[in-house]
């Protein structure tokens, strides 16, 4: 039972370009969701999160949107860099559950020149 | 700061051994974590931890063993290793001693993992 899906296990983008990373979740009582970032033998890092009572979050380069009525989110990467070259996974997680984390099975990003 | 810290970055275990995986983390957080990712997948979590003394199991605890016995180290144990844990295990912490507790709002900082295979 996968409560968290992100369909697309790639993605190819130009250099400069919007990146646009979906996720979708099944599970009601969610009611935060973060995104992570991913490099080859390293660990998940924190890229950006919002919490249910919001639809929108910024934060530079990277805009988070939230459809709770969808049960969907989306990343923004505006404008994609080399760098953003990683796999991203989106995450969620219910209040009173010790920030315990149900992850997606993450999307692939390749930013090309 | 070293963050969270695992040790070792890889191993080879023949079917059957045991072996313990370590985690540390210096930045005074309550929560402690392991997860497995399997290739194409999403990181599962094993067990958790809220404190010195406490572990209580996630979604994939058979197999698996933990103890936190300091605020700092949450090691998991491998009992009988058997093919189905060749994984990559990630250990991760989060919500620091005398912050306050954001209801599920803290953020999870993660280890370098440890690559395992079972033969």
């Known amino acids: 039972d996968q409560q968290v899906k992100q369909n697309s296990p790639s993605l190819s983008v130009q250099e400069g370009r919007i990146s646009i990373l979906n996720c979708d979740y099944t599970n009601s009582m969610f009611d935060y969701f973060l995104w992570y970032k991913k490099y080859p033998a390293e660990g998940p890092t924190f890229l950006i999160s919002?919490?249910?009572?919001?639809d929108k979050n910024e934060d530079g380069r990277f805009t988070v949107f939230l459809n709770k009525s969808a049960k969907h989110l989306s990343l923004h990467i505006v404008p994609s860099q080399p760098g953003d070259s990683a796999v991203y996974f989106c995450?969620?997680?219910?209040?009173?559950?010790?920030?315990?984390?149900?992850f997606g099975t993450g999307t692939r990003l390749q930013v090309t020149l | 700061n070293a963050g969270v810290t695992q040790t070792p970055k890889f191993r080879i275990l023949k079917i059957g051994q045991s072996m313990t995986l370590q985690c540390t983390q210096d930045m005074n957080h309550n929560y402690m974590y392991w997860y497995r990712q399997d290739p194409g997948m999403g990181l599962k979590l094993i067990y958790y931890?809220?404190?010195?003394?406490?572990?209580d199991k996630g979604e994939v605890p058979n197999g698996y063993n933990v103890s936190r016995s300091t605020t700092e180290d949450f090691p998991l144990r491998l009992e009988l290793a058997a093919p189905s844990q060749t994984s990559v295990y990630f250990c991760?912490?989060?919500?620091?001693?005398?912050?306050?507790?954001?209801?599920?709002?803290?953020?999870?900082?993660f280890g370098a993992g440890t690559r395992l295979s079972v033969l």
């Open positions: 931890s809220v404190g010195a003394g406490i572990t």
């Open positions: 991760a912490s989060s919500y620091p001693q005398g912050a306050q507790e954001e209801g599920g709002k803290n953020i999870q900082y």
């Open positions: 919002i919490s249910s009572i919001k």
């Open positions: 995450a969620a997680s219910v209040t009173g559950t010790a920030s315990k984390l149900t």
